[in-house]
């Protein structure tokens, strides 16, 4: 696949090897135990420390994989957020905007169910870290050029898209449902407040773009792009 690698967070030290190393299980056991831990805590409340004990591993030994608090929870961060976007990269490519977004927004949906701790810690660290900050709105216009080039090959196709600026309606539908996500998946909530926003999200995106969008007659699915 062209383009950005979202999930580049993977330590040099087992990049591209063949078998798996003592160090290479203890790094992957620090950003597990800061996955666990990120869903009982905010990013501020977690110290280098607890980490450590965590993993069941001594404070010092942390400082051998990584250099700071900040940089376990990047990489912990990533090694959600990567997949996620390198999937949704793969089906906006593969496919238009019309055939792609349902399975989008699904699968935007299934990470937030399955990792509302982590992201939920996202919003915090995008605001306390401005060098996260900055790929992090990376992510969202490296999604929206994609989102236009597949409403073109919509367009070409014969498929109707409406005009006006999309690049930058979408760019802003992004960050907004972004923070609904956020302010759904952060709390209890009940099944029927998931439909709910899941069915105003793809209203809303169908309405910004002039696309006939149907979840049901979707036959794209995340994971099974092609």
């Not at 019309?98 to 169910?113: E, G, M, N, Q, V």
Request: proline share 3%; aromatic share 10%.
């Amino acid at each position: 696949m062209s383009g950005m690698q979202y999930s580049g967070w993977q330590s040099p030290r087992y990049r591209n090897r063949t078998g798996i190393s003592q160090g290479d299980i203890q790094e992957r056991a620090l950003l597990e135990a800061t996955r666990r831990l990120l869903q009982q805590k905010l990013p501020s409340q977690l110290t280098v420390g607890s980490i450590a004990s965590e993993a069941g591993l001594a404070r010092s030994t942390v400082y051998f994989y990584f250099d700071s608090k900040e940089s376990i929870l990047s990489a912990t961060i990533e090694s959600v957020v990567g997949p996620m976007m390198d999937e949704h990269e793969q089906l906006l490519t593969d496919n238009g905007f019309t055939a792609a977004f349902p399975a989008i927004l699904r699968l935007l949906f299934a990470t937030w169910k399955a990792h509302s701790g982590i992201l939920s810690g996202v919003m915090e660290f995008v605001a306390s870290n401005p060098d996260y900050r900055r790929v992090w709105r990376g992510y969202m216009e490296r999604s929206v050029a994609l989102q236009v080039a597949a409403l073109e090959r919509d367009r070409q196709r014969g498929l109707p898209v409406g005009g006006g600026d999309l690049e930058a309606e979408l760019l802003a539908f992004c960050w907004m449902a972004e923070r609904c996500c956020y302010m759904l998946f952060s709390r209890d909530h009940e099944g029927e407040e998931e439909t709910h926003l899941f069915e105003l999200l793809f209203g809303m995106a169908s309405r910004i773009t002039g696309t006939r969008l149907s979840d049901s007659s979707s036959n794209v699915r995340p994971g099974e792009n092609g």
